[in-house]
């Protein structure tokens, strides 16, 4: 598996390559125009050349009867051969060719001048060869007059190389390691820059990385840069998650501990009063019996309420109908129901929530399950689902005895039954931790007629979905 890039490397890369490049692109367009100033520097000393030539020629006749004369010595160009380097040769011919004086191998110019010449001459530059030599040719077409005459005199002087070769490759070289220094003082100020910018980034994993294990408190790290904070908070925010799961997590670890270990010691001290014989074996059997039953709902409930903190942390939920899940666990419950003679009433329809199923079915037994369990027998139990304004309202109302006004709020807290001997307390907690995972809202109010408590309503009040219509 590959490792990911350091932030300093990237910061690096980012900003070096494209300097270099623009540094190679740069030199490139800087040597081509250094190459192009050497050419025309030298390319004057050749029509000075030519030139000086062109001032040695002698005519007598006219145009084509004119007869031209040349007395060139060589060395009237040995001052244009700089440092020996290079060597210059000449051609002076006539317009048709017909060589008047200089190197008869070297090539007649078949050419033609360019339509805007590079000086105020009849001058034309190209690159030839001559003797197995790269040249450089300046073609002078030069008139002659003299007292005697006049005629247009062709002038060709060819230069080797080696001094334009030396020149460019010392201006490439002069430019390449300046342009090497220039990358090199970038990239030191570079790596600085980013060795500083990069420094709160390894100052804040420094003391990330020297907490103790079990610490989640905020990050205290008020010098960190504007562009950090958000990284900052949002693991602040991820510790704090974290601290929540762990404190639930001793919770649970600690109440299933101490709610499991009474029901075990009875069920431990019926089966020993059992195999002594202290009571009939039908009588033990069935204490036995309740008290299983007891400890099993009691380790379904907190494993629910376990599942409640997992489903909160995994939000991917769906859009659901509320009334479809009530009507369904309704439905799982309606043996209870009919085993008290109730006269039930469910009333709502659709009522769409975004919510996880299992929360919505387990919010609905729980309360319903309540309702029966509290309900005399032959009592009236009212169940409605409805869209109310921007909420999902789900009520059970129960002909009970009702809730003292002091338990009311207790009761919401694990443990907290109002009947320890045929509850576990877990209940309304596990609807309560469903509830605020779904972002509503629980409430028991007690029904009152003539000042009397007449029954309970469960209200449960849900966000609804945006599809509601």
């Known amino acids: 598996m590959m490792r990911a890039a350091s932030l300093r490397a990237r910061l690096l890369?980012?900003?070096?390559?494209?300097?270099?490049?623009?540094?190679?692109?740069?030199?490139?367009?800087?040597?081509?125009?250094?190459?192009?100033?050497?050419t025309t520097a030298y390319d004057r000393t050749l029509l000075a050349s030519a030139k000086t030539i062109g001032e040695q020629l002698d005519v007598e006749g006219y145009d084509e009867q004119a007869s031209l004369r040349a007395v060139?010595?060589?060395?009237?160009?040995?001052?244009?051969?700089?440092?020996?380097?290079?060597?210059?040769?000449?051609?002076?011919?006539?317009?048709?060719?017909e060589m008047i004086s200089g190197f008869a191998e070297l090539p007649f110019w078949r050419g033609k001048l360019p339509d805007r010449p590079p000086y105020a001459a009849l001058v034309d530059f190209y690159d030839d060869r001559f003797r197995g030599q790269p040249v450089r040719m300046a073609v002078l077409l030069q008139p002659v007059a003299s007292a005697r005459g006049r005629a247009m005199a062709v002038v060709q002087v060819a230069e080797t190389l080696e001094l334009r070769e030396t020149l460019v490759r010392k201006l490439l070289v002069d430019m390449l390691w300046r342009q090497l220094v220039l990358l090199a003082v970038i990239a030191g100020v570079t790596v600085f820059v980013v060795q500083r910018a990069t420094r709160p980034v390894r100052h804040l994993g420094e003391l990330i990385e020297a907490r103790a294990p079990d610490d989640f408190s905020p990050i205290d790290a008020p010098d960190t840069p504007r562009e950090l904070r958000p990284l900052v908070d949002a693991t602040t925010e991820v510790m704090g998650r974290l601290q929540r799961l762990l404190d639930?997590?001793?919770?649970?670890?600690?109440?299933?501990?101490?709610?499991?270990?009474?029901?075990?010691?009875?069920?431990?001290?019926?089966?020993?009063?059992?195999?002594?014989?202290?009571?009939?074996t039908?009588?033990?059997?069935?204490?036995?019996?309740?008290?299983?039953?007891?400890a099993t709902t009691l380790a379904n409930q907190m494993l629910s309420l376990a599942k409640v903190e997992q489903l909160r942390q995994q939000p991917d939920w769906q859009v659901l109908d509320l009334g479809e899940a009530v009507r369904q666990v309704a439905l799982d419950l309606s043996a209870?129901?009919?085993?008290?003679?109730?006269?039930?009433?469910?009333?709502?329809?659709?009522?769409?929530?975004?919510?996880?199923?299992?929360?919505?079915?387990?919010?609905?037994?729980?309360?319903?399950?309540?309702?029966?369990?509290?309900?005399?027998?032959?009592?009236?139990?009212?169940?409605?689902?409805?869209?109310?304004?921007?909420?999902?309202?789900?009520?059970?109302?129960?002909?009970?005895?009702?809730?003292?006004?002091?338990?009311?709020?207790?009761?919401?807290?694990?443990?907290?039954?109002?009947?320890?001997?045929?509850?576990?307390?877990?209940?309304?907690?596990?609807?309560?931790?469903?509830?605020?995972?779904l972002g509503g809202s629980i409430a028991l109010e007690n029904r009152e007629i003539g000042g009397q408590r007449n029954g309970l309503d469960a209200v449960v009040q849900l966000p609804l979905a945006g599809d509601n219509r």
């Open 72 to 97: 060139v010595p060589y060395s009237a160009l040995e001052a244009f051969e700089a440092d020996n380097q290079s060597k210059i040769f000449y051609r002076v011919s006539t317009l048709g060719g």
């Open 282 to 294: 039908g009588e033990a059997l069935a204490e036995i019996s309740d008290t299983v039953e007891r």
């Open 336 to 437: 209870l129901m009919a085993d008290k003679a109730l006269d039930v009433e469910l009333s709502g329809g659709s009522v769409l929530v975004r919510a996880h199923r299992w929360m919505l079915q387990e919010l609905a037994r729980n309360l319903l399950h309540n309702a029966i369990k509290h309900s005399p027998r032959g009592g009236a139990l009212v169940v409605r689902v409805r869209a109310e304004e921007a909420a999902a309202l789900f009520v059970v109302s129960d002909q009970g005895a009702g809730i003292p006004d002091e338990l009311r709020q207790r009761l919401f807290a694990p443990f907290a039954a109002g009947d320890m001997v045929s509850g576990s307390g877990l209940g309304l907690a596990i609807c309560r931790e469903i509830v605020l995972a």
């Open 248 to 280: 639930h997590q001793k919770r649970f670890v600690r109440d299933t501990a101490h709610q499991l270990r009474t029901p075990l010691a009875v069920l431990k001290a019926q089966v020993q009063s059992a195999r002594r014989g202290d009571v009939p």
């Open 13 to 38: 890369t980012g900003i070096l390559v494209p300097v270099a490049l623009f540094i190679v692109v740069n030199s490139v367009s800087l040597y081509r125009q250094s190459r192009a100033a050497a």
